[in-house]
């Protein structure tokens, strides 16, 4: 016991130094974790540790879901819902297709169900990578969301794709009619199994007098009940996720009305999901020694050979799919070329581009059982399934990951759709809130602001940020055009709130007030990073 937690912490000390020392170099974390772990597995006497799927999928998933629905703009998602599905779904199910051909006639001893099989585990992108890879550059907003919401859906289409093609090796039956059946089935009831959660956890929150720290420790523990929830009855658990994290969000003004709640809230779901990213990309880098012992002797280069086939396959296939899938729709309908700004070659090629794979899929591969149902028979060519799913991650995610910059502006893909900066609409949203107080307090407060100098003191505080943010939005709005204002100014306050923070230190050192006073004012200054610097997602 002693020794496992010695380990435990010891691996999670060293994902942190790793992160930093990719933040140091300016390299999206993902990439720099895969790289390092595959380094750090090869070091002798260094203790195996092997990546258990059920791990994978009832202990990071959930979460990792979840939170990513969270963030998720329900509006966002819903306009873009048509390339969402094309590629969530249609995608998933092409590129299964089409790996599953070409790896049976080019891997012997491969049959079409072990084709489908393949497919099914390395046809989705990783949310994760991509998400965290686009963090900070210059991406079209549109293709952002259109990545995100694919990874979102896409999990559940390859899970499902994964399991028939499983049930069809294991059984030796399949029809594809009830296969169809089937996975509408799966899919729906997944949905209404996650909202009927979600609407039970919104009363929850809602009517029982809940706390900050419950309010917190029920949002970890919802998606873990949605996932079990769809999984004991054979549906889709990622959708149930998906769909019961986006209700929630889309509710949680009326459910977390209070800022201790949801800063509470923030601080313990940004900790956790960094944590639950670092591990599980580190632990694919550590995976590599022991998918290697496993394979067949003299079978490595073959493996590998097969691996870089199926990644080039798997990157050709989704650059060929997203094009005809941008481009066909709106040739057919005029009202989507009226809704929609021309996304261009570069939108689609950006999107074909960030299709990186990740723990999803080597999960999904290592879930494959041993043996068949006698439990005699070995599962046919098991462990070169891994080693291929292994092979495609690391070239997706190292190669894609590392060139996806490049890509951006080698090709000056920019922002393409009419849109208000966000310091621009921050600015508009709290001088309404500051209209909206001037007149709550003229209409409800006349007789007290008479006798009340606190306030009137307030009234007056009011209506000088009403004008002082008048003033501010008219010059956002004259240099909307020249990031490098907004920019000094971000950065001049942020210096001005790190001086602010040390003189706060000082007041706690010399004892000038009650720490309890200076912990709110400490409060105050973190809420004002926040308006600059925005949440860690």
């Not at 079409?112 to 991509?130: E, K, M, N, Y």
């Not at 919401?149 to 899970?159: I, Y």
């Not at 005699?376 to 399934?385: D, Q």
């Not at 709550?440 to 009011?462: G, H, M, P, V």
Request: with cysteine; net charge neutral.
């Amino acid at each position: 016991m002693h020794h496992n937690l010695l380990l435990i912490l010891s691996l999670l000390f060293l994902v942190f130094l790793l992160v930093m020392l990719a933040n140091r170099v300016k390299l999206a974390y993902p990439i720099f974790l895969v790289i390092a772990g595959l380094g750090i597995s090869f070091i002798p006497g260094m203790p195996r540790l092997s990546l258990d799927p059920d791990i994978v999928f009832m202990i990071f998933l959930p979460p990792l879901l979840y939170e990513a629905a969270w963030y998720t703009s329900w509006t966002d998602f819903w306009k873009w819902r048509r390339p969402i599905s094309m590629l969530a779904f249609g995608l998933v199910f092409f590129t299964s297709l089409v790996v599953a051909y070409v790896s049976q006639s080019m891997i012997p001893g491969f049959t079409l169900a072990l084709g489908f099989l393949l497919g099914g585990i390395v046809s989705p992108p990783d949310a994760v990578a991509a998400a965290t890879v686009l963090k900070g550059l210059p991406a079209p907003k549109r293709a952002i969301t259109i990545l995100e919401g694919e990874s979102l859906v896409n999990d559940a289409s390859s899970l499902i794709v994964f399991r028939f093609a499983l049930a069809a090796i294991l059984t030796s039956s399949f029809s594809l009619q009830v296969a169809i059946g089937q996975f509408f089935l799966v899919a729906g009831m997944g949905i209404a199994i996650g909202i009927i959660g979600a609407n039970i956890m919104y009363m929850i929150h809602r009517f029982l007098p809940t706390t900050a720290p419950i309010d917190a420790a029920l949002t970890v523990m919802t998606p873990y009940l949605l996932f079990l929830a769809a999984e004991q009855f054979h549906f889709s658990g990622v959708m149930a996720v998906v769909s019961g994290g986006l209700f929630i969000s889309w509710r949680s003004h009326e459910i977390f009305q209070t800022g201790n709640t949801r800063l509470n809230m923030l601080g313990v779901w940004t900790t956790m999901i960094f944590v639950m990213n670092a591990l599980v990309f580190i632990l694919i880098g550590l995976q590599l020694p022991h998918i290697i012992e496993n394979l067949e002797r003299g079978s490595l280069w073959e493996g590998i050979k097969y691996g870089l086939m199926i990644s080039l396959i798997a990157i050709v296939v989704r650059m060929i799919w997203v094009f005809p899938a941008t481009f066909i729709p709106r040739w057919l309908f005029p009202s989507i070329r009226r809704r929609e700004t021309s996304p261009t070659w570069k939108g689609p090629l950006l999107i074909g581009w960030a299709g990186m794979r990740g723990v999803v899929s080597l999960a999904t591969a290592l879930s494959i059982p041993l043996f068949m149902n006698d439990g005699v028979t070995p599962f046919p060519k098991r462990n070169l399934i891994i080693f291929i799913t292994f092979v495609v991650i690391f070239v997706t995610l190292v190669i894609q990951g590392l060139t996806l910059p490049l890509v951006i502006k080698f090709f000056r893909i920019r922002e393409i759709d009419p849109f208000v900066p966000e310091e621009e609409q921050a600015a508009n949203i709290q001088l309404d809130l500051d209209r909206l107080a001037l007149n709550i307090i003229r209409t409800d407060f006349t007789e007290q602001l008479s006798i009340n100098n606190l306030l009137s003191f307030y009234k007056s505080a009011i209506e000088y940020d009403v004008e002082n943010n008048e003033q501010r939005l008219s010059s956002l709005e004259r240099c909307s055009h020249d990031r490098s204002d907004i920019h000094e100014y971000n950065e001049a306050l942020l210096s001005i709130y790190r001086q602010q923070r040390k003189e706060l230190f000082r007041f706690r050192k010399e004892k000038l007030y009650a720490d309890s006073v200076i912990r709110k004012a400490e409060l105050q200054l973190d809420l004002n990073e926040l308006k600059v610097t925005g949440t860690s997602h």
